[in-house]
């Protein structure tokens, strides 16, 4: 099994652009989520969907919206870019709440100039 | 609103105990989670506890609840370089199923 599947693994930005980056997970799980990864910030959840159909913002969603194309993918769209989104980016996903945790992609490593 | 605390970084020697602490102050956590992020890869569940716990243990892993003081403790025994990573504790409260994660701590093993 892939588990979690993240792309692109490296991406560079200017200020203003526009990407999606890409998750998708083929083991069946009912919730996904979007974290952002920076230096002694421990991980911050950017957006969650709890079942198909539905998205929640998280703690830091300004700058960012997702869609959850089907039970397997779950993508984050940046619309305009801005230094302060240099991160890494993080998908993880479960397949309900209650012990078990996450499974966590390898990450997208983001740089807006 | 809910809040993980770690220590940032910790240094051991090859063969000593490593004991990584964590607070957390939502008193309605669920469970609770060590994850392991080594350099460059995602984060790898390591193991996890349920509120109603007070230890659990699994080969060189012991983690230590202390619910009334919402204290987290990972405890690894004959710590190996192949240790050296960044581990994170993260709450989980609710039934949405998010993780509050802390800021990581580095461990870092010499030889």
């Known amino acids: 099994n892939a588990g979690v599947t993240q792309t692109p693994k490296f991406q560079v930005l200017k200020t203003g652009q526009s990407m999606t980056l890409q998750c998708a997970q083929d083991m069946n799980h009912n919730s996904m989520y979007w974290y952002r990864q920076d230096p002694g910030m421990g991980l911050r959840l950017i957006y969650y969907s709890a079942s198909e159909g539905t998205t929640d913002k998280g703690e830091v969603p300004n700058g960012y919206n997702v869609s959850r194309l089907n039970k397997r993918e779950f993508s984050l769209r940046l619309e305009s870019a801005a230094p302060s989104q240099t991160s890494v980016y993080f998908c993880?996903?479960?397949?309900?709440?209650?012990?078990?945790?996450?499974?966590f992609g390898s990450g997208t490593r983001l740089t807006v100039v | 609103g809910e809040d993980v605390e770690q220590s940032l970084f910790l240094s051991v020697r090859e063969g000593d105990s490593s004991v990584i602490n964590c607070t957390y102050t939502d008193s309605s956590s669920t469970y609770l989670y060590w994850y392991k992020q080594e350099p460059g890869a995602g984060l790898q569940l390591l193991t996890y506890i349920f509120s109603n716990m007070d230890m659990k243990q699994d080969q060189r892993l012991t983690v230590l609840l202390n619910k009334k003081d919402k204290h987290l403790s990972l405890r690894i025994a004959d710590t190996q370089t192949g240790d050296s990573a960044i581990y994170f504790c993260a709450e989980e409260t609710g039934n949405t199923g998010k993780l509050i994660f802390g800021q990581g701590t580095t461990l870092q093993v010499k030889p």
């Open positions: 993880a996903s479960r397949m309900e709440s209650g012990g078990g945790g996450y499974t």
